[in-house]
T-cell receptor, first 116, second 114 residues
């Protein structure tokens, strides 16, 4: 079945540093990947839609310069949290949609980011 | 625009009892509907999906859901709860005109009591 690998699963970084999170589709090609943020006991909040070879589409209120998204290939999208601050601490999850749009959205296992 | 409402942020059942998690949707186009499960500190796992084929959808781990257009509902059921079913459950909707983005409900925390 479709597998999405997200790395790292946990990361602790100092305030002011940048952190990169990778999302890879292992056995399928994904023209579109999605990045979500999830606060404790809450639902997933879509941050941005990442399309291979083009600029990401950010949701209203999400800072483009803080959350840099790159989708350089059909199997890899990255989210970089720049100049991280404690309020950026959260659970980040990626999702990939197959190129054939079979609506089999597959989610990564998530990344727990803690900024200290 | 599309939206999903999950009735009941917390549901508690006894082991072996019926599980019923409610989901109502709003969509101006034919919807695609999904149920996902999330265990603590993990991503989402697809339980089942409705994509305009059979209205009764069977998923993994004996879960199933029925698409009822007249009621705009897609409730999730399981005949007999297991302790391992305790988790957060999310209903989600998308459609052809939504840019393929999923819209999630607020989630329902299922507790299974021994």
């Amino acid at each position: 079945g479709a597998v999405v690998s997200q790395h790292p699963s946990r990361v602790i970084c100092k305030s002011g540093t940048s952190v990169k999170i990778e999302c890879r589709s292992l056995d399928f090609q994904a023209t579109t990947m999605f990045w979500y943020r999830q606060f404790p006991k809450q639902s997933l909040m879509l941050m941005a839609t990442s399309n291979e070879g083009s600029k990401a589409t950010y949701e209203q209120g999400v800072e483009k310069d803080k959350f840099l998204i790159n989708h350089a290939s059909l199997t890899l999208s990255t989210l970089t949290v720049t100049s991280a601050h404690p309020e950026d601490s959260s659970f980040y999850i990626c999702s990939a949609m197959p190129i054939d749009r079979s609506y089999g959205y597959t989610f990564g296992s998530g990344t727990r980011l803690t900024v200290v | 625009a599309q939206s999903v409402t999950q009735l009941g942020s917390h549901v508690s059942v006894s082991e072996g009892a019926l599980v019923l998690l409610r989901c109502n949707y709003s969509s101006s186009v034919p919807p695609y509907l999904f149920w996902y499960v999330q265990y603590p500190n993990q991503g989402l796992q697809l339980l089942l999906k409705y994509t305009s084929a059979a209205t009764l959808v069977k998923g993994i781990n004996d879960f199933e859901a029925e698409f009822k257009k007249s009621e705009t509902s897609f409730h999730l059921t399981k005949p007999s709860a297991h302790m391992s079913d305790a988790a957060e459950y999310f209903c989600a909707v998308t459609g052809e005109t939504s840019g393929s983005r999923l819209t999630f409900g607020e989630g329902t925390q299922l507790t299974v009591n021994p």
